[in-house]
């Protein structure tokens, strides 16, 4: 989840070599073998990409404020859910839950 939020802050090189690995599930010696650099430096590499990215969280904190987001939205979710169906409540509940749907589409 790190690199989805912070990778774009990555070089292109790193980006490429870390996406070989975390979404193409490649080993470090095909990385190193497609890059044209040693498995040492790919782990090496790699070692970095993960540092740059925790450092990028500890500073900015995005993936915290992110994932307690996500948990307020579940928890209002759960609460609308338990609003009876019919009459004002009903139709609370189903505003509630469209500005959820909402405020999901956009974190």
């Not at 044209?36 to 090496?44: E, K, Y």
């Amino acid at each position: 989840m790190l690199f989805d939020i912070y990778g774009e802050l990555l070089t292109n090189h790193q980006q490429s070599v870390y996406l070989d690995l975390v979404e193409s599930d490649m080993s470090l010696s095909e990385i190193a073998d497609k890059h044209g650099i040693t498995r040492q430096g790919a782990h090496d590499l790699i070692k970095r990409c993960d540092k740059i990215l925790s450092d990028y969280e500890s500073k900015l904190g995005l993936l915290g404020r992110f994932l307690k987001m996500q948990g307020q939205i579940d928890e209002l979710r759960q609460l609308a859910d338990s609003l009876p169906s019919d009459g004002e409540s009903g139709r609370v509940g189903i505003r509630i839950r469209e500005i959820l749907d909402s405020m999901e589409e956009e974190i």
